[in-house]
């Protein structure tokens, strides 16, 4: 009996959490294809009408297009920058790398804001009178702010990789002779792969969906999603964001499937792991 | 193993980075955070305090003290809600676990900006939640603008950090702990208090403070959810960088927020060492 209640309450409190957890992304789904312009409960019908008004809106297709160059130039560099970051720290013996791992892993707890304001006031202050081209106004410190946010992310799944991965197989490599080079390429690789494959996801949805460091490089030329949909929703009332917000939920959903079945973002089994590792060689 | 000298190399085109793209630019802020404030203030000046005063303005002070509520509601909001989800998980398998998973990691990856807005929907005049108040008669015309909605999305958003934070040390512990305190007779909330809590503690505060500080530093949702009326530290500096433009003035306040949140950082570590130290 007691056991029943138990089981009851739990159940209850557990439906609680996840019904604060989803409310907020399923009303904007049901209200993208709201035929009216006001909530209403049950529906009266359902529309794609939003959607196309959604694609009609230029500031917001922009966005799309802004958010996704943005987030990939960003993503590429912080593969080449924290890919071989992570191997130096995770590596290797260099003094001090507690501290450099903190550093680089700092953006992913310090408010964004700060970041950006600093960003902004270096640039505006110390960069731009320095040099012969417009840096404000233009995409650099954009892109560089988003940088500074994504490198955390490739570096911290990479060093979790490392970590999991078995360093002996590179030290057999190295004894029987095989460069640094040919290891990485050979035997680190393959199997820290899933891991950065892993990271650069989440740089790329972390830096599409940022609003706090964009804010504070958008202009009338330049803007991305996140901040075209907080203007617009300043200004109207309607399911249009609801409906370009329901596409972009929608892709990312898509997205997060098709890596977790190519790349088993969210955990292999022993037995994977040792096929994975074997290649397909055997 | 990698040589000290391939290392260096490896590491410094990040470090590099960093250093201009991070460590400069913060070097900047706390050296213009000690300039003259006020509006449209040049850049250069004598060294001064001045622009601390928000320790002693009372505008501001509520403002920080405001923000500062929030943030630890929301905290507590998300461990009260959270916990049961964490335990949930953990005893979980197959299918059901991914499924559970899927549903908690899969917002964090929806723009912070989509997930308010869909507050904003909830909350507002033509929301479920003011009708269903409004057909039980009376209750106000909208639950947005006040500190409630703000905790409320802020706490939905911030959730999964909580979740995951609580689950990576539950997966730690031995499931025998908790059968053997029920063997001998303990209720489930017994056991709980006594037995898994205590040993969960390490992720309790290693959760609290990863929401505390993102929290803090959050903007789009206090803005979009609690408009003009909530006033917090992100919302006044980002007037007082691109309205006002009294840079001093948001510098320090920027200061500030970067120490409440190493504060909160290290007081949690601590708490960390001692905690995992007991355990």
Redesign the interface.
Known sequence: MGVRVDRAVFATLVTMGYAVLLAAPLIVGYYAFSPTVVLEWPPTGLTLAWFRHALEQPRLVTGVVMSAVVAAGATAAALAFGVPAALALGRGHLPGRRWLTALLLSPLTLPGLVLAIGVLMFAVAIVQPLSPWAVTGGPAPLVGAHVIITVPWVMRTTLAGLESADATLEDAARGLGAGPLETFRLVTLPLVRPAIAAGAMFAFIVSFGNFALSLFFTSGRLTTLPVAIFEYVDQFQDPTVAAMSSLVIAATVAVIVVLERTTALFGVTPAEARRHALGRRT | ????R??????L???L??AV??????A??LR?SLLPPGPGAP?EGAWTLAAYRALVDPYLLEILVRTVRIAGLTTVCTLV??F??A??LRRSSGTWR?VQ???????L??????????????L?S???LVSIWARLGGGPATLLGTETAVV??L??GL??FM?LSLAAVLAQQEPDLEEASRGLGA???ATFCRVTLPLALPGVAAGSL?VF??A?????TP??VGGSRQRLM?TE??TQ??TVFD?PL??AL?ML??AA?LVV?LVATRVLRTAGGAS
């Open positions: 193993m990698i040589s000290n391939l290392a260096s190399l490896l590491v085109p990040a470090a980075l960093f793209l991070l460590v400069a630019p913060l900047f802020v213009v850049l809600l959270g049961p989800m335990l949930a991914l998973i899927g549903l908690i990691v899969t917002p990856f929806v723009s912070v900006v989509v997930r308010a807005y869909g507050w904003v929907l909830l507002g033509q929301g479920p409320a999305g706490t939905e959730l999964p979740v209720s489930a909330f990863l500080m993102v803090m530093g959050s903007y789009a803005a979009l992100v500096i980002y960088t691109m840079w948001a510098a920027s927020l970067l949140a950082a």
